[in-house]
């Protein structure tokens, strides 16, 4: 494989990143306006004609067998389906950065995941990170003398979502070594979009429709699709072709760094000693999760090369 320049590595890991944060805050932003499934239905469908474009374009479409359709039908009910439906109804609930703080648990997760169903080995770091980030988020959702000021309800809808993202890599690796990248994500969000379509029409349609036009709303979400649902997946999979899955899922860590410092920029939300503290405790919950961690799956990267 080509030596790729570490400089131009680092920008596109830290750049997908940043996209992934500032998703947050976009959604905050068009469901001021438009309900959840209208801005998830909007986000995907032109993120699919996109990636179509990109696809046909580059010569990089393929069309799945039929063995391997079925997976990709699982894979998009984990995400976008359920990983959306989880997200997006949460943020009406908790704030941006606590939703990314809970998030950014996904990588503490997986590997127990990975060990009930490709037996991979789960290290007591393992644990003793997991375990090490949940203080981290029990700090950022408490205050003093208050208890807990994040919604409950929120929160166990941004878990379910870190829970469908677990199902959705558990996915991934039985296709990602017969179909390029590009095209699992253009058939992820377009099926996704078509799983999210009943629900909008009985649920958020009329709503939609008789909902006056919203420019700083709809910008966001046509944001949400070009950069978090398009180039932040390009330039992550980018990434992990010359850094690796190990180094560069480490950098997911950051995006409640990034999302807690966009909040507090564009919305307004307070960003205090205690949240900090609590953000730095995830993260730091988060790395040492991730020390020494060595697969037995002894198989093909998860992610081929596009």
Known sequence: MEKQ???????????SM?????????????????GPLTIVLFRLLISSAILFVVTKTTKRFRMP????????????????????MGESYGLQYISSTVGAVIIATIPLVAPFAAFIFYKEKVSLLNVVGILISFLGVTIVVFELGMGITASPLGMLLQFSAVFSAVGYTVVLHK??????????ILFQNFIG??????????????QFLSTPFNHESMMSIIYLAIFASTFAFILFTYSVRHMGITKS????NTIPVFTAIFAWVILGDQLNIQKSIGIAIVIGGLFIGQIRFKKRYNGPDPIPEM
């Open 175 to 184: 296709i990602s070594n017969k179909i390029n990248n590009l095209t699992i």
């Open 249 to 252: 899922n480490m950098f997911a």
């Open 65 to 84: 067998n039929k063995k391997d359709f079925k997976y990709i039908l699982l894979l998009a009910f984990f995400e976008p389906f359920l990983y959306f």
């Open 18 to 34: 940043v996209f992934f944060s500032l998703s947050f805050v976009w959604f905050k932003v068009a469901n001021v306006s438009y």
């Open 193 to 206: 979009s078509v799983y999210f379509l009943p629900f909008w029409l009985i649920f958020e349609k009329n």
């Open 5 to 15: 320049n570490p400089l131009k590595l680092y920008f596109s890991i830290v750049l």
